[in-house]
């Protein structure tokens, strides 16, 4: 890791931040030393290089196969003590503003009726009565999301659940100009923070409070996800086998398709365990990172952690991880928001290891096409788990590409009388002013484009095949 020292006139803009920053009331004395302390690194220039021909392809030791793990406990005492070490952890920071709504991503229905958050709880609940486990669900907020999931968490106080919510840091925006912090200048809203990404989960833990308490109760691993990976459930083999070898890291990494490419990827370097983004590749290579011959897998952002071993690097300021610079615009003023991302700490703990889990682990909705799919005959719901349908012979979903007057969840949903049969679908192309209706079954290749100023209805119980 390379640091610089800083120029003078770096120097004198970290020193008029400081000052900016020490006069803001809406923040903790933590998070205004965790922002300067990301500025300091972001201007002192450090930066990992990686240096190309270092790069090594991980062992089986190292990205182990999911196949290659020991059976899990099954009698239901040892199963119980697994479980009692465990806590889940779901990034709940996210709006769901890119799929038109407003509120927490995790509050927008994902099937039956039921939210992502429903279906984390439910799934929660069934591991606790059926072996009288305490798994606690813990759900990291922002600033954004903060207010809205304290009422809706409301709804679960009765179930066998301890829900803890804590909120990730507040940071405010950088003006790009003068490097200012955005609030001081008349910006006073909510427009002049940001939430600086999942890599503060580990230092977020800590101040939070939150860590010592999970400590105390004997937890040792937390298993975080993104609220909206439908594929993140609770695996006692992994987390038996994390005890077992005592890793105190473990990223889920899943064979890349070409969705996939620019998805980071595991590498071994320098002896140790490492997170490759796409932003560090130099642009010589960046195809050779896309192709899915020399890269074969990619980070599913699921990921395992050993407690002890946050609080030690949280309190040593030893997690370092790269900065992701992320410009932005606030009513016609360039800013700057410099994030990090939780994946990228692997290096920092030891025995830390991939793990080559199956496809079905990562099965995120980011878009209301992700939402077709899971609400399709493809999945079936039960246990509050969604797995797919047994009769689909394809190992691969359907590719799907709807047009923009399916982006926002209501438009999509006032658009299906009831959601296609795509069992047996190989693609599907939407374009246009389409309705579809009841009883639809889509089959092979289809695309389907109204014409400009049209509206196409799709009659209820019509099948469609191969239609290009």
Same mark, same amino acid.
């Given at each position: 890791?390379?640091?610089?020292?800083?120029?003078?006139?770096?120097?004198?803009?970290?020193?008029?931040?400081?000052?900016?920053? *020490?006069?803001?009331? /809406?923040? +903790?004395?933590?998070? %205004? @030393?965790?922002?300067?302390? =990301? !500025?300091?690194?972001? &201007?002192? #220039?450090?930066?990992?290089?990686?240096?190309?021909?270092?790069?090594?392809?991980?062992?089986?030791?190292?990205?182990?196969?999911?196949?290659?793990? *020991?059976?899990?406990? /099954?009698? +239901?005492?040892?199963? %119980? @003590?697994?479980?009692?070490? =465990? !806590?889940?952890?779901? &990034?709940? #920071?996210?709006?769901?503003?890119?799929?038109?709504?407003?509120?927490?991503?995790?509050?927008?229905?994902?099937?039956?009726?039921?939210?992502?958050?429903?279906?984390?709880?439910?799934?929660?609940?069934?591991?606790?009565?059926?072996?009288?486990?305490? !798994?606690?669900?813990? &759900?990291?907020?922002?600033?954004?999301?903060?207010?809205?999931?304290?009422?809706?968490?409301?709804?679960?106080?009765?179930?066998?659940?301890?829900?803890?919510?804590?909120?990730?840091?507040?940071?405010?925006?950088?003006?790009?100009?003068?490097?200012?912090?955005?609030?001081?200048?008349?910006?006073?809203?909510?427009?002049?923070?940001?939430?600086?990404?999942?890599?503060?989960?580990?230092?977020?833990?800590?101040?939070?409070?939150?860590?010592?308490?999970?400590?105390?109760?004997?937890?040792?691993?937390?298993?975080?996800?993104?609220?909206?990976?439908?594929?993140?459930?609770?695996?006692?083999?992994?987390?038996?086998?994390?005890?077992?070898?005592?890793?105190?890291?473990?990223?889920?990494?899943?064979?890349?398709?070409?969705?996939?490419?620019?998805?980071?990827?595991?590498?071994?370097?320098?002896?140790?365990?490492?997170?490759?983004?796409?932003?560090?590749?130099?642009?010589?290579?960046?195809?050779?990172?896309?192709?899915?011959?020399?890269?074969?897998?990619?980070?599913?952002?699921?990921?395992?952690?050993?407690?002890?071993?946050?609080?030690?690097?949280?309190?040593?300021?030893?997690?370092?991880?790269?900065?992701?610079?992320?410009?932005?615009?606030?009513?016609?003023?360039?800013?700057?928001?410099?994030?990090?991302?939780?994946?990228?700490?692997?290096?920092?703990?030891?025995?830390?290891?991939?793990?080559?889990?199956?496809?079905?682990?990562?099965?995120?909705?980011?878009?209301?096409?992700?939402?077709?799919?899971?609400?399709?005959?493809?999945?079936?719901?039960?246990?509050?788990?969604?797995?797919?349908?047994?009769?689909?012979?394809?190992?691969?979903?359907?590719?799907?590409?709807?047009?923009?007057?399916?982006?926002?969840?209501?438009?999509?949903?006032?658009?299906?009388?009831?959601?296609?049969?795509?069992?047996?679908?190989?693609?599907?192309?939407?374009?246009?002013?389409?309705?579809?209706?009841?009883?639809?079954?889509?089959?092979?290749?289809?695309?389907?484009?109204?014409?400009?100023?049209?509206?196409?209805?799709?009659?209820?119980?019509?099948?469609?095949?191969?239609?290009?």
């Amino acid at each position: 890791m390379a640091t610089a020292t800083l120029s003078s006139a770096d120097s004198d803009k970290l020193s008029n931040l400081k000052s900016a920053v *020490a006069a803001l009331s /809406e923040i +903790s004395e933590s998070e %205004k @030393n965790g922002f300067i302390n =990301l !500025v300091a690194r972001y &201007l002192s #220039g450090e930066a990992q290089h990686v240096e190309w021909s270092k790069i090594q392809t991980p062992t089986d030791e190292v990205v182990v196969p999911y196949d290659s793990l *020991a059976p899990s406990p /099954e009698g +239901s005492s040892e199963v %119980k @003590n697994l479980l009692d070490k =465990l !806590v889940v952890l779901k &990034l709940n #920071g996210g709006l769901g503003t890119t799929m038109g709504c407003t509120g927490p991503k995790s509050v927008i229905e994902v099937r039956d009726g039921l939210t992502f958050l429903d279906l984390i709880v439910i799934q929660i609940e069934n591991l606790n009565s059926k072996y009288g486990s305490n !798994v606690p669900l813990l &759900l990291m907020n922002s600033f954004n999301t903060h207010d809205d999931t304290q009422k809706i968490v409301e709804k679960y106080k009765n179930s066998n659940i301890e829900i803890h919510t804590f909120n990730q840091s507040q940071y405010p925006r950088l003006v790009v100009d003068d490097f200012l912090p955005l609030p001081s200048k008349r910006q006073t809203g909510r427009d002049g923070w940001y939430p600086p990404g999942h890599g503060d989960v580990f230092p977020s833990l800590v101040n939070s409070g939150k860590l010592d308490l999970l400590l105390s109760q004997g937890k040792e691993y937390v298993f975080v996800a993104n609220s909206d990976n439908l594929g993140a459930i609770v695996d006692l083999k992994i987390l038996n086998h994390l005890i077992q070898n005592t890793n105190e890291y473990c990223m889920e990494v899943t064979p890349k398709t070409l969705a996939d490419v620019k998805g980071g990827t595991l590498i071994s370097y320098e002896g140790r365990v490492q997170l490759l983004e796409i932003a560090q590749v130099p642009d010589e290579h960046v195809s050779e990172f896309k192709s899915i011959e020399k890269f074969k897998i990619f980070n599913t952002n699921n990921l395992w952690v050993n407690l002890k071993a946050v609080k030690r690097l949280v309190e040593a300021d030893a997690l370092k991880m790269e900065i992701i610079p992320n410009p932005k615009e606030v009513d016609g003023v360039k800013v700057l928001q410099l994030e990090t991302a939780a994946g990228a700490a692997i290096r920092f703990f030891d025995k830390a290891i991939g793990i080559n889990v199956p496809r079905s682990r990562f099965l995120p909705v980011k878009a209301t096409s992700d939402l077709l799919l899971v609400q399709s005959d493809l999945y079936t719901l039960q246990d509050g788990f969604v797995s797919r349908n047994q009769a689909r012979a394809n190992p691969e979903n359907p590719s799907i590409e709807l047009g923009p007057e399916f982006k926002k969840v209501s438009n999509f949903l006032s658009r299906f009388k009831s959601i296609p049969s795509i069992v047996e679908l190989d693609s599907l192309k939407v374009a246009g002013d389409v309705w579809f209706g009841a009883g639809v079954i889509l089959k092979g290749k289809v695309s389907i484009v109204a014409k400009p100023g049209m509206k196409l209805e799709i009659p209820d119980g019509a099948v469609i095949a191969n239609k290009p």
